[in-house]
Nanobody, 123 residues
Framework: VQLQASGGGLVQAGGSLRLSCAVSGRFFTSYATGWFRRAPGKEREIVAAISRGGDSTYYTDSVKDRFAISRDNAKNTVSLQMNSLTPEDTAVYYC?????????????????WGKGTQVTVSS
């Protein structure tokens, strides 16, 4: 399984970006997928996750009501729509695949990671 993230960039505060992650390989629907981020000087944190079938989601408190995660199991993609961005959202964002949302939230032993994509929000 390989993951390729795209869609990062520079945006002004209040703006929006959409991140996408293309997942190659078999058994995409065997994994929950999600997004993590690492801001400068901070530890990596989970941002959002979505279950294998797409019927359950998780968001960290700081992005609730602003970000939306979705997946298309027919196209093997997972996306993160980010609205009302603030400078605090500036980070490198990584997509990941893991068995379940619960295990992904632990943040350890993640099965698969994609390369990061930089998101920079200017004030």
């Amino acid at each position: 399984v390989q993951l390729q993230a795209s869609g990062g960039g520079l945006v002004q505060a209040g703006g929006s970006l959409r991140l996408s992650c293309a997942v190659s390989g078999r058994f995409f629907t065997s994994y929950a997928t999600g997004w993590f981020r690492r801001a400068p000087g901070k530890e990596r944190e989970i941002v959002a996750a979505i279950s294998r079938g797409g019927d359950s989601t998780y968001y960290t408190d700081s992005v609730k009501d602003r970000f939306a995660i979705s997946r298309d199991n027919a196209k093997n993609t997972v996306s993160l729509q980010m609205n009302s961005l603030t400078p605090e959202d500036t980070a490198v964002y990584y997509c990941a695949a893991e068995g379940t949302i619960a295990t992904m939230r632990r943040g350890k032993g993640i099965d698969y990671w994609g390369k990061g994509t930089q998101v920079t929000v200017s004030s």
